[in-house]
């Protein structure tokens, strides 16, 4: 068993999340079998009660885990899934030591931070990397941080307890380039790697994040310093188109030789020559797509990247699939009105993506309206669908106050209402309906034909579900059920009748989507949105 650390030095937002992800996927291609998994040294048990302006879209998992958004990208790049066992805050570890504590498993000793909280890590290292040949782990923040020593003490004791050949850490570290000076500075990424010295780690690799190309001399330099192999010193500039360079990039820097060479894996049994024909296929229908479509994506975190990155990464795969150049289009629900809806008659297709809370409703329900009447393609994800029906409801059926229990407990057409088991819930964290649940399609709809199968499953996040009171008269009226959940009867998949593709689903498509592997549904959307244009185009 081998492991990967990747740590960061001196700002966050390095891109640590992609570097793991990208050399999961190179190590992938050479025949190891990877799982990654984050430490986060915040004290939420998980991100799942958070603001997305604070940390960001939470990602979930088969198992309900509500986790980091990295994540995601963790199952973008690679070809694992991941569950809660991969995803540790400081919140998590903490809360497993006191509840020992709490039972008297630690027989009368004083519980200390070492140790105590550095064995809990050790144990859940090791348990995120059972059955496979390499475990990649990010830790979050940056060295330093108070919050994350324990975890960085926790890895020096691993290293010691496993074996130097068994252990890898990989640093990424700022060489910021001084416009005024005209060059790059390589004093960060040495006060950063000398600080993880201090802790007691050494790194093996530096990954050297940068605008400019780094000179052979600058790499020298960098390697007496930081104490690594010249070859060792890694360049990671941004990639100029998108994310999916990444793993081309790092492998013209021959980061998976590197860390091949550190664990000694040459002769592993299953390591083999890597093949990048896969990810260069995808990067070039990125930069040569035969068609180009414009995608409006109407939420309310729109300046916030990070809050729908996985709709935006899931939009870029549907673009993948039909060899389609996608432009996004972030429109902010809440400056949308009936007043200025003709805003989007220059798109192709328009994305309704999930969220909590009233603000921006208004909004949410004038763009499916106006997809609805103008056969503009329309995707609604959990929200989005709710606002599907309510706008259904209100435009088609007739009830003017139809709205969600969650925007209006006392509404008296709640065409949306909490689900019966919430009711009694008083704690936030962990208590949504989470996780991967079962979902039958009905034969002929769009949804079964963007899958090609009767029964699928798909990630959910929710409290709030389509009211089953109103399901004859809105099917009746004409906005079809596509998709039930069998055990529970619950509607999963909405569709309007006489419309070229209109779809709102209960769940998170998005969580399952991978460049190599377009969600169906994205695939499907995007496709409509290329169709749209066609007929667009030849009524000019």
Request: hydrophobic share 35%; glycine share 8%; aromatic share 8%.
């Amino acid at each position: 068993m081998k492991y990967i650390f990747v740590t960061g030095g001196v700002v966050s937002s390095l891109g640590k999340g992609l570097t793991a992800a990208a050399l999961g996927a190179l190590l992938e291609l050479r025949g190891l079998k990877v799982r990654m998994q984050k430490f986060d040294p915040y004290l939420n048990v998980d991100p799942g009660t958070m603001s997305p302006f604070q940390h960001g879209e939470v990602y979930v998992t088969d198992d309900g885990a509500e986790t980091d958004l990295d994540l995601g990208h963790y199952e973008r790049f690679t070809s694992g899934k991941l569950s809660r066992a991969n995803s540790v805050s400081s919140g998590k570890i903490y809360e497993s030591v006191l509840a020992k504590e709490r039972r008297g498993d630690y027989l009368g000793v004083t519980v200390q931070v070492i140790p105590h909280v550095t064995n809990e890590i050790k144990e859940r290292i090791v348990k995120g990397g059972e059955g496979v040949d390499v475990l990649i782990t990010e830790l979050g923040g940056t060295t330093g941080d108070i919050e994350g020593l324990p975890f960085l003490e926790a890895l020096r004791q691993f290293q010691l307890d496993q074996g130097r050949d068994n252990v890898c850490f990989v640093h990424c570290a700022l060489v910021p380039y001084i416009r005024a000076a005209g060059e790059l500075k390589t004093k960060p990424a040495q006060q950063s790697t000398a600080k993880l010295r201090e802790i007691g780690i050494q790194p093996d690799i530096l990954v050297c994040r940068t605008e400019r190309p780094l000179t052979l001399e600058m790499r020298q330099k960098m390697s007496l310093y930081c104490n690594v192999p010249v070859s060792a010193v890694v360049e990671c500039r941004d990639v100029p188109f998108s994310i999916y360079e990444l793993p081309l990039m790092l492998a013209s820097e021959h980061l998976d030789n590197e860390v091949i060479k550190s664990l000694h894996l040459e002769n592993h049994p299953h390591i083999r020559h890597r093949n990048l024909l896969q990810w260069k296929d995808i990067v070039r229908k990125l930069k040569y797509p035969a068609h180009h479509v414009k995608i409006g994506v109407v939420g309310k975190y729109i300046e916030l990247q990070d809050a729908y990155k996985s709709i935006y990464e899931a939009i870029t795969h549907g673009g993948i699939a039909n060899d389609c150049g996608v432009e996004i289009k972030r429109i902010d629900s809440e400056e949308l009105t009936e007043q200025n809806i003709e805003s989007l008659k220059d798109l192709d297709g328009v994305l309704v993506p999930g969220g909590f809370g009233d603000r921006g409703i208004d909004g949410k329900i004038a763009a499916a309206r106006y997809a609805r009447e103008n056969g503009l393609p329309y995707f609604g994800i959990c929200l989005g669908m709710q606002i599907a029906v309510i706008e259904y409801a209100r435009h088609v059926l007739g009830l003017e106050d139809a709205t969600s229990t969650e925007f209006n407990p006392e509404t008296k057409n709640p065409v949306v209402d909490i689900m019966e088991e919430q009711k009694q819930i008083v704690n936030k964290g962990a208590s949504m309906r989470l996780g991967t649940y079962d979902c039958s399609l009905a034969a002929g709809s769009n949804a079964q034909a963007a899958y090609g199968e009767e029964n699928i499953s798909e990630r959910h996040r929710h409290r709030y579900e389509y009211n089953n009171k109103y399901r004859d008269a809105l099917v009746a009226a004409g906005l079809k059920v596509a998709g039930t959940n069998p055990t529970l009867d619950l509607v999963e998949i909405v569709e309007a009748e006489n419309h070229p593709w209109y779809v709102g689903v209960q769940f998170h498509p998005e969580f399952k989507s991978k460049p190599s592997a377009p969600h169906p549904l994205f695939a499907a959307f995007i496709k409509a949105a290329i169709e749209r244009q066609g007929r667009r185009s030849a009524a000019k």
